[in-house]
């Protein structure tokens, strides 16, 4: 058994998006992102098989997909989308995300 604190990652850097890898395991991948207002986590995808979900702790912004998609995101929102599919978030202010892969690639 694991527990993970998030008070703990609870970091943020103006020179772009602060990272940590909570869990990683044959089955998932946990990552928090902190992104301070006006940053961009840029639209990208992964040539993989799998999901992604995208879970915004703290703050607002956009959920970004392909061809300029904008999905309003507040904490308590999850996107949910395949990992192929593109995907990013631009926070409107001070953000914080949780990210699960699965599986991770």
């Given at each position: 058994?694991?527990?993970?604190?998030?008070?703990?990652?609870?970091?943020?850097?103006?020179?772009?998006?602060?990272?940590f890898l909570?869990?990683?395991?044959?089955s998932f991948?946990?990552?928090?992102?902190?992104?301070?207002?006006g940053?961009?986590f840029?639209?990208h995808n992964?040539?993989?098989?799998?999901?992604v979900?995208?879970?915004?702790?703290e703050?607002?912004?956009?959920?970004?997909?392909?061809?300029?998609?904008?999905?309003?995101?507040?904490?308590?929102d999850?996107?949910?989308?395949d990992?192929?599919e593109?995907?990013?978030?631009?926070?409107?202010?001070?953000?914080?995300?949780?990210?699960?892969i699965?599986?991770?690639?």
């Amino acid at each position: 058994m694991k527990i993970v604190h998030l008070a703990e990652s609870r970091v943020f850097e103006e020179k772009g998006f602060k990272r940590f890898l909570l869990h990683d395991s044959a089955s998932f991948r946990i990552l928090n992102f902190n992104l301070m207002a006006g940053q961009i986590f840029p639209v990208h995808n992964h040539p993989a098989e799998g999901q992604v979900s995208i879970q915004v702790l703290e703050g607002t912004g956009q959920f970004l997909g392909g061809e300029n998609a904008e999905i309003p995101a507040a904490a308590g929102d999850i996107l949910v989308c395949d990992i192929a599919e593109p995907h990013g978030i631009r926070a409107e202010s001070d953000m914080r995300i949780l990210v699960t892969i699965a599986p991770p690639f």
